[in-house]
């Protein structure tokens, strides 16, 4: 069987050979342009991926970070409205690093035990102790991340504030709790 196309590009091929090196190895500007042309938009398209990557890895990260804020002040909130009733609640300096501490008094099977909570080490910590006893990091249990912590009892508005460093700036969630129980 005959295709007529292949007589065609072969009359090419020998019209070609014919000519030698004046058509052999030349370029056109419109191709070098073409390829110049998609060089650039490579490089753009390969540049706009990566600071869109950096763009979400930021916003992750700042996002997280305001998720452990948001755990560390909802954790106080939840014991402190647990534990509302008349003189449980205080703050205390913090035995472990001078820091302030919120200490909640609470009775379990007729034993009087003191949870206390405070920040040491980059983390937000809660330690169940009995009374008197002072509290210390190996006997509590980490809540969140936190770089500080700070806490004012005035009359019965307890003012709390949890905080994280980031290399430019600080990341600070606050909170206040009218506590209902009569000091």
Known sequence: MFCPLWRFI???RAGAENNGPKQRGSVSVETVA???LLLVLGIGIFSLAVSSTSAYSRIYDGQNLQSELRV???FIQMKIRQNDVMQAVRVEKNPVN???AIVIRETYDDEVYETWIYQ???KL???LMLEGEAPANELSFEIADADGFTAELDN???NFSVWL???DARLKMESSILLRSER
Do not use: H, V, Y
């Open 10 to 12: 072969k009359k090419n």
């Open 34 to 36: 073409a390829l110049f």
């Open 72 to 74: 560390a002040l909802s």
């Open 98 to 100: 001078g820091g302030p």
């Open 120 to 122: 040491d080490e980059g």
């Open 125 to 127: 910590r809660e330690a």
């Open 156 to 158: 019965n508005l307890l």
């Open 165 to 167: 460093d980031q290399e």
